[in-house]
């Protein structure tokens, strides 16, 4: 086990620690992702929340038509509890690159489609690397916002955010995680983000940090 992978270890131990929400019981997942679903069920899991994907309760996706991510993921989290009547968890994220003006943004996951491409991760990604060519600004970061609410109609849905830094490399590099973790470089580890053990990843990415807030809050109301 390398040091990246002992550090992110013992800071999934100190959040698991620290963090203990306030009982929800069944929280549904407002998402299909299964990139998503699989990151949310290993930093969820270690505080003892039971996520129910909304695919397995015939949920269907809610349509995501603002430009910020905060709109789009109450909206999402508000149709999952709705249709369900259980608490719902939403994440609205993306990728914002500052030579792109913040695109692709809240259209992070249709990028290539809006151009008349498919959508697919290998899609956006090279509609990505073709935008950035020439271009000296790397600079990019991944953007994060978690909604919880409690029922459909609940006024004080809880917000997280959370902003993972990094570098757009042209060349892909990496095996695990999605979207644009291959190009997405994090110079402090000498990594893109899908060449991370998915255990430190979960630990360092904007969905942790988005995470961990989000807890801290539920924590507070215990």
Known sequence: MNDRQNAGGAAAATVAANATPAPLGKVVLASNNAGKLREFAALLGAAGIELIPQGTLNVPEAEEPYPT?????????RH??????????????????????????????????????????????????????????RHAYYFCVLALVRHAEDPEPLIAEGRWRGEIIDAPRGAHGFGYDPHFFLPELNATAAELDPAVKNTSSHRAMALRQLLARLKEEA
Do not use: H, M, W
């Open 69 to 77: 991510f905060v709109e789009n993921a109450l909206t999402k989290a």
């Open 80 to 137: 999952a509890a709705r249709l369900t009547g259980l608490p719902a968890l939403a994440d609205d994220s993306g990728l914002c690159v500052r030579a792109l003006r913040g695109a692709p943004g809240v259209y992070s996951a249709r990028y290539a489609q809006l151009a008349g491409g498919p959508k697919s991760d290998a899609a956006n990604n090279a509609r990505l690397v073709e935008q950035l060519q020439g271009e000296a600004d």
